[in-house]
C-alpha cells in the first residue's frame, strides 16, 4: 500500500477523485459557492474569513466589509481598490487574487489564497530562533515585491512586519494593498515625464486617508505623516528601511511612549545607523544601507528598491 506523507497546512484537505470528477451543477448560483466560513480576523474596516469553494474543492480567504462599512461609498471603493490591485499585481511575493464578486444582498466581497504561516512581527517576537540570513532573506523578498510594485506605479504606504507574511514553504508574502495609492492615467503621463513633484493628488489622498492619519506610525516616512500629495515609491523605501533596521538591531529607529512622541523624532530627529543600539556587530553594508533608507529628505535616500535588493545579494 502506497503512504503519502501529511498534507501541508494550506490545502485544506487530500486530493481526491471524488472533489476532483464531481460534476458541476447546470445552473450556477453565486450565492452557494461559498461554505463552511469561519472567521480569521477582523480589522478596523473587514472581516476576513477562511471558506470552501465548492466548485473548485479548495480552500480560500474571503474578505468581506464590515456591516457598518458595507454601504460606505468611500470603503467600498477602496475595497475594489485593494481587490483589484492584489489581482492586477501578478508577483510571487503578492497573495493570488481568484474572484471580486457581490453577495446576494450586493456587498463586495473578493477571495485570495489562503496563506498559513507567521508574520515577520510574530519572527521578530522570537528573533533568537532564526539565523540572521533568513531574516535578511525576508527582507529581500519584500523588496522583489516592492520593485515590481514600482515598476507597475502602485505604492503600498502600509509596509510593517505585521503587513510580511512567512509561509510553511518559506514563501514571502505582502499583504493588505488597502491603503496603496495609485495615480491616473493623465496624472501616469506626468510621471512620466518626471513631473511627479507638482501632481495634484487630493481625489486619491482623500479617498485613502478620509481626512486621518492612517497606517502604523513607527513605519511611516516623513512625508507620509505630513500628508504630502507628492508622496511617492520612496516613502515605501522609507518603510522597508524602518523592517530591516529592526531585523538589523531588534528595534525600530524611534520609539515613544506616545503616538505623538514617535511622530515629533520621525519628522525632527535625525536617525542613527543601527550599529548605535546593537549589542552584536552589523555588516557595514547593511548598516550603511538601513540608515540611508530612513533619511528625512527622499532625495538622500537609495534611488529604489532595486538599489536595496542589489545590496542585499552582496557579499556582506
Request: net charge negative; aromatic share 8%.
Amino acid at each position: 500500500m502506497t503512504t503519502f506523507p501529511e498534507p501541508p497546512p494550506d490545502t485544506g484537505s487530500v486530493v481526491t477523485l471524488e472533489e476532483t470528477d464531481k460534476p458541476l451543477p447546470k445552473i450556477l448560483n453565486p450565492g452557494n459557492r461559498y461554505a463552511y466560513f469561519k472567521t480569521i480576523a477582523r480589522g478596523g474596516k473587514c472581516i476576513i474569513q477562511s471558506c470552501k469553494d465548492l466548485h473548485l474543492g479548495r480552500v480560500v480567504c474571503y474578505k468581506k466589509l464590515r456591516p457598518e462599512f458595507e454601504n460606505d461609498a468611500v470603503e467600498q471603493q477602496r475595497f475594489l481598490r485593494e481587490a483589484r490591485i492584489s489581482a492586477m499585481l501578478q508577483h510571487p511575493n503578492t497573495v493570488p487574487t481568484y474572484e471580486l464578486g457581490r453577495t446576494n444582498r450586493g456587498h463586495y466581497y473578493f477571495t485570495m489564497k489562503l496563506v498559513h504561516g507567521y508574520t515577520l512581527r510574530e519572527v521578530l517576537d522570537y528573533r533568537e530562533r532564526y539565523d540572521f540570513g533568513q531574516l535578511i532573506d525576508v527582507v529581500q523578498q519584500v523588496t522583489n515585491a516592492l520593485e515590481y510594485a514600482h515598476a507597475c506605479r502602485v505604492v503600498h504606504r502600509d509596509i510593517k512586519p505585521e503587513n510580511i507574511l512567512i509561509g510553511p514553504f518559506g514563501e514571502v508574502l505582502i499583504l493588505d494593498w488597502g491603503l496603496a495609492k495609485v495615480w491616473s492615467e493623465t496624472e501616469q503621463a506626468q510621471l512620466d515625464d518626471a513631473t511627479a513633484a507638482t501632481i495634484s493628488t487630493e481625489q486619491v489622498s482623500h479617498l485613502t486617508g478620509q481626512g486621518k492619519l492612517q497606517g502604523t506610525i513607527t513605519y511611516m516616512s516623513p512625508e507620509q505623516i505630513r500628508r504630502d500629495p507628492a508622496i511617492d515609491y520612496r516613502s515605501d523605501i522609507y518603510s522597508i528601511g524602518v523592517v530591516l533596521f529592526e531585523v538589523l538591531c531588534g528595534r525600530p529607529p524611534f520609539t515613544g511612549e506616545t503616538v505623538n512622541d514617535v511622530r515629533e523624532q520621525i519628522l525632527q530627529t535625525e536617525p542613527v545607523p543601527p550599529s548605535t543600539y546593537s549589542k552584536f556587530p552589523i555588516p557595514a553594508l547593511l548598516d550603511k544601507a538601513a540608515h540611508r533608507c530612513i533619511a528625512k529628505d527622499p532625495e538622500a535616500r537609495l534611488l529604489d528598491c532595486q538599489q536595496l535588493r542589489r545590496i542585499l545579494n552582496e557579499e556582506w
